[in-house]
């Protein structure tokens, strides 16, 4: 009986996980540009989105975080929340780094600070 309903609880996970990343960085934009222009219409902000979505699900399935989601103890789903988070970050830190390196215009000083 476990099992049976483990793919879907997966799915609910992410699909949650996916929805709280785009409201906050729908919040951040909000707060940083000042506008209540839409940040899709801006063709600056999209890949930088796209690219946050990606690098979470890559964090995700490298830390196993929606593996054993029924039978693991919280303890264990808060140490793995923490590691994917700080995996999360590395990767967004090390993305900037290279981006910044080639591209100065993609991701502007005042878009992060």
Do not use: Q
Not at 37 to 64: D, E, K, M
């Amino acid at each position: 009986m476990i099992h049976r309903y483990a793919t879907f609880i997966k799915a609910v996970n992410l699909t949650i996980d996916y929805i709280i990343l785009n409201i906050s960085m729908v919040i951040s934009y909000f707060i940083e540009d000042r506008s209540y222009i839409f940040w899709i219409n801006n063709r600056r902000y999209l890949p930088i989105v796209l690219v946050f979505n990606l690098i979470w699900l890559l964090s995700a399935n490298i830390t196993g975080l929606y593996e054993h989601v029924l039978n693991k103890d919280s303890i264990k789903t808060y140490r793995g929340v923490i590691k994917t988070y700080l995996l999360f970050v590395s990767f967004i830190c090390f993305t900037i780094i290279i981006l910044i390196g080639t591209k100065a215009y993609f991701i502007t000083r005042e878009y992060l600070f």
